[in-house]
């Protein structure tokens, strides 16, 4: 059991920079997958950028060479740290966790919104 907090959106223009954080409950560094996914209106919930314990990243094509997930283990945070930023990226961000192996269980937090103008 995990709960998630996000922070950092805001209103930015193009080509600017935001980072979000994600404030876990409790300890991160045996949570299997972290991650951060994002849902525009009308569109479906996608991936972003996810994080393993042991520090491998994933990135979506459209985001990659732009936008670099970290984690700070002592302070149970998770970063995205977004640059280049497009109208696109423009959504409700929300931060993950997958806990367990054989079967795995998702937490989510409420979300953030990030709101990218031309």
């Known amino acids: 059991q995990v709960q998630l907090v996000e922070s950092g959106g805001g209103l930015v223009q193009a080509g600017g920079s935001l980072r979000l954080s994600c404030v876990a409950s409790?300890?991160?560094?045996?949570?299997?997958?972290m991650g951060w996914y994002r849902q525009a209106p009308g569109k479906q919930r996608e991936s972003v950028a996810i994080?393993?314990?042991?520090?491998?990243?994933n990135y979506a094509d459209s985001v990659k060479g732009r936008f670099t997930i970290s984690r700070d283990n002592a302070k149970n945070t998770v970063y995205l740290q977004m640059n280049s930023l497009k109208p696109e990226d423009t959504a409700v961000y929300y931060c993950?966790?997958?806990?367990?192996?054989?079967?795995?269980?998702?937490?989510w937090g409420q979300g953030t919104q990030v709101t990218v103008s031309s």
């Open positions: 993950n966790a997958k806990i367990g192996i054989i079967v795995s269980n998702n937490y």
């Open positions: 409790r300890n991160i560094f045996n949570i299997n997958t």
């Open positions: 994080i393993t314990s042991g520090g491998n990243t």
